[in-house]
């Protein structure tokens, strides 16, 4: 197990290899330094964004820009820089060591220090042995030094916090590279001259016990230099000394939203109609967004490679390093992923005109591009770490109650079980009460959850899939307690050695299935029945739509036939039931089992 404590030796250890070819300079000028803004950010829901990010800056003597802001984990081919101020040559990606000095007056805090600080001066200087010297201070016989004012690993665990975990240390050592140190210079001596009377003494700065100066200076100037690792990507021009604008765009992981619905059933004089609302739930977990337009779109685009880092990242350099040095705990961050990731179907409908009835709040707005769908928020604050909900639009759609009976008819093959029967295993009767949305509202519905409630009573809980403009989106709500299905079945024919395939015999079954649906509401009702069996449907009542498919082995218990022997019917009636009245339909089917 990795410590706490060997945990930041060890990144530091790594970061030490990892960059043991990089060059130290001083820092850069504050012209060629490149500040971006984010103009805006594309949202996606498989937790990944697009930022379009735009600056200037003025390019150094040798005609280079830098940016050190790089992304930490943009997918490959998604990095482009554009200038139309300028022309552009090269992004250069690397690792910098950028070190900065600056002269401090610091306390001195052991003897040699206050005698050097006090070269010059007259003073009385009492030994150990009591001996008593009296005389200008000529020189301090010094050697220069650096310290840590925070050594080592207590400066790791003050740049990460004192509660950091090893995950989040490593996270924050691949983004940003080794955390600041810096350094302080001082001085040692073990011995000094001091001038007298009677000439210079060598005296031992051990054995100083007490120093008497008249206006002693008790501070000591001292240079204190900060180093910082960290990316860079430059950005070669052209020409040097001249101002140019950078466009810069990335696609990386980070940044999510996720739509959720609340869907409240009224009965409006008897028109049913749904009270529609959709906010946005985001998470961040990317970079601060300081009000700023973000657009959230409905859909996924088709990222070949966004599981492939860009290589101006330089992400997968140090990935290597700390793969190598310390599997365990690589294992374990790349296994804390934040975002899951979830596709969304696309459908048609884009760019229909808005109906009345639907209403986006003021500063929202929505249009159409291409198989994605856009809201338009204009500004977003919403800071790493973050998370938030806001509203993209409340919409007024019509929506009718149904009642769905799924009956999937599972039989076993003649030849197994006991012979000379079929046994038989149906789905349970459940009726289910759905309701069906229609999508008047002129944009698209995303996937989402969606929380039906009447009034202030919650109904259900479900999801709500994808819905093109126009389109019609069942919900699932509950159970009907009050609408309950019988399944009956009969045996009307049976022919032996029906059929030969493959060198087997195979007998033809003829059934009738009669299904009673009763509804024992006080009115009347919407209802959709679904029969499903292994076998060919040959008639439906009631004017039941049959649908040939293939062999399914979802339809039968241990199969020993040949597939192509046994289709898979399906069959559908729809109709409207009265109070305390039945409907029972009937299907003619066949269906050949192996002797």
């Not at 790594?14 to 330094?33: G, V």
């Not at 009296?134 to 220069?144: F, H, K, N, W, Y």
């Not at 046994?566 to 339909?585: C, G, L």
């Amino acid at each position: 197990m990795i410590t706490r404590l060997h945990l930041q030796s060890f990144i530091t250890f790594s970061l030490i290899a990892t960059a043991s070819a990089i060059t130290a300079h001083a820092a850069d000028s504050p012209n060629d330094r490149l500040n971006l803004t984010t103009d805006r950010v594309i949202v996606f829901k498989d937790g990944y964004y697009l930022a379009l990010k735009s600056g200037t800056a003025v390019t150094n003597k040798d005609g280079e820009v830098h940016l050190l802001d790089v992304p930490d984990n943009a997918v490959l081919g998604s990095v482009w820089a554009t200038s139309s101020k300028g022309k552009l040559i090269a992004m250069v990606a690397s690792r910098e060591t950028v070190k900065q000095s600056e002269e401090i007056a610091a306390p001195c805090l052991q003897t040699v220090e206050v005698l050097q600080a006090n070269v010059g001066a007259n003073a009385k200087i009492i030994m150990h042995d009591k001996t008593i010297y009296q005389g200008d201070i000529l020189r301090v016989l010094t050697e220069p030094t650096t310290t840590l004012p925070t050594p080592g690993v207590t400066g790791l665990m003050k740049a990460f916090g004192p509660e950091a975990s090893g995950v989040a240390a490593l996270s924050s050592t691949l983004r940003f590279g080794t955390p600041p140190t810096t350094t302080v210079s001082g001085v040692t001596a073990s011995q000094f001259i001091l001038r007298t009377e009677e000439g210079d003494v060598l005296l031992p700065i051990a054995q100083v016990q007490t120093v008497t100066i008249k206006n002693m200076k008790a501070e000591l100037k001292r240079t204190v230099t900060t180093s910082t690792n960290s990316k860079r990507l430059t950005m070669r021009f052209i020409e040097p000394n001249k101002p140019v604008d950078i466009a810069f765009m990335y696609f990386q992981s980070g940044l999510r939203w996720i739509p959720t619905y609340r869907i409240n059933l009224t009965d409006d004089q008897g028109k049913q109609m749904a009270n529609m609302d959709l906010q946005a739930e985001f998470l961040n977990e990317a970079e601060d967004l300081d009000n700023i337009p973000v657009d959230i779109v409905v859909g996924v685009p088709n990222f070949k490679f966004k599981d492939t880092p860009s290589p101006l990242t330089l992400e997968q350099t140090l990935r290597n390093v700390l793969q190598q040095t310390a599997p365990q705990l690589m294992n374990q961050s790349m296994s804390n992923s934040l975002l899951a990731r979830s596709g969304e179907r696309m459908g048609p409908g884009m760019g229909q005109p808005e109906n009345p009835a639907f209403a986006l709040p003021p500063e929202l707005g929505a249009v159409g591009t291409q198989d994605l769908f856009v809201y338009s928020l204009k500004k977003v604050k919403l800071l790493k770490g973050q998370r938030a909900a806001m509203p993209l639009f409340s919409a007024r759609v019509p929506y009718r109650d149904v009642y769905t009976w799924d009956v999937h008819l599972t039989r076993q093959d003649i030849e197994t079980g006991n012979k000379g029967t079929t046994p038989q295993n149906i789905s349970e009767n459940r009726v289910w009460h759905q309701v069906v949305l229609t999508n008047n509202t002129g944009v698209p519905w995303t996937t989402g959850a969606a929380l039906l409630m009447q009034g202030n009573q919650p109904l259900s809980q479900e999801l709500l899939t994808y819905t093109s403009v126009g389109g019609e989106v069942r919900v699932p709500i509950t159970i009907s307690v009050d609408t309950q299905g019988t399944y009956r079945e009969e045996e009307t024919a049976r022919k032996l050695n029906a059929m030969g395939f493959e060198g087997h015999n195979y007998a033809q079954i003829d059934k009738t299935a009669t299904l009673n649906l009763i509804n024992r509401k006080p009115t009347p009702i919407e209802v959709e029945i679904t029969f499903r069996t292994g076998g060919k449907a040959d008639e439906a009542s009631n004017d039941g739509k049959i649908t040939l498919n293939s062999h399914s082995a979802s339809d039968w218990v241990d199969y020993r036939g040949f597939s192509a022997v046994n289709n898979s019917s399906i069959v559908v009636w729809r109709s409207t039931i009265k109070p305390k009245e039945t409907f029972a339909p009937t299907v003619k089917y066949h269906y050949f089992a192996r002797h």
